[in-house]
């Protein structure tokens, strides 16, 4: 494991190889989250992780969590659901509540893993363009699930999802997945399986089947119009 604080000038990280099998793919510390590095951290299938008063630490886990695009599960519940809630869907258009939204849930008893550091960065992220949101209203217009992650290529990595109500953070990657079904992604980086991401899909592969698939479909690029601010679905917009 490398620390990064004699880094920061030439953006070097370590070769996922060197990443830890105990914790499962720790790979460097220290360094920062400014944008050139978030950005060449993501190109080589790596992601910052850490709580309040760590150093940063820098994560490729093998194996990884994809969700192949074509594999969505979508069950009849959630079909139903999607039908009859008339909540509106949206893109963009409030990244930073929603990301505000999945810093304040308490996850396994540990707080929460993004900070202020961390919210500021991807905040900043997606000023640049590098960083969407999806968003979830009920029929009051009030927030009630969302998700974002950082965009490489055609690559969506997800960073963090969340919900007020059941089925919303759910609602919210059914329509991210419709979205880049559209635009012929191949799949979404989930980083790592949980049981909710495995009943939407998610499967683990090798880091190095992951690396590969990333590489390809990093240099192709998405039609900058996805990300525009707008209503996805909706009864009446918002």
Not at 223 to 234: A, E, G, N, V, Y
Request: charged letters at 20%.
């Amino acid at each position: 494991m490398l620390s990064l604080t004699r880094l920061n000038q030439t953006l070097q990280f370590p070769d996922t190889n060197y990443a830890l099998e105990d914790p499962n793919g720790l790979l460097a510390f220290g360094g920062d989250l400014t944008e050139k590095r978030l950005l060449l951290a993501y190109s080589q299938g790596i992601f910052p992780w850490f709580s309040q008063g760590e150093p940063i630490m820098w994560w490729s886990p093998n194996p990884r969590g994809i969700l192949p695009i074509s594999d969505f599960k979508c069950s009849k519940s959630l079909g139903k659901f999607s039908r009859k809630c008339g909540y509106a869907v949206t893109i963009n258009k409030n990244f930073n509540n929603v990301i505000e939204a999945c810093a304040s849930i308490t996850r396994n008893d540990s707080g929460t893993w993004i900070t202020k550091h961390m919210i500021d960065a991807y905040k900043h992220l997606h000023i640049r363009g590098h960083a969407h949101s999806i968003e979830v209203w009920d029929q009051q217009k009030q927030l009630v699930g969302g998700l974002y992650g950082v965009i490489v290529g055609k690559v969506f990595c997800g960073e963090s999802m969340f919900h007020r109500v059941t089925n919303a953070s759910k609602l919210a990657f059914m329509n991210l997945v419709t979205l880049l079904k559209e635009y012929n992604c191949s799949f979404i980086d989930c980083q790592m399986q949980n049981p909710h991401l495995e009943s939407l899909g998610c499967i683990e592969v090798p880091r190095d089947e992951f690396l590969k698939l990333l590489q390809k479909e990093s240099n192709e690029h998405l039609d900058p119009s996805l990300w525009t601010p707008r209503c996805i679905k909706s009864n009446t917009c918002l």
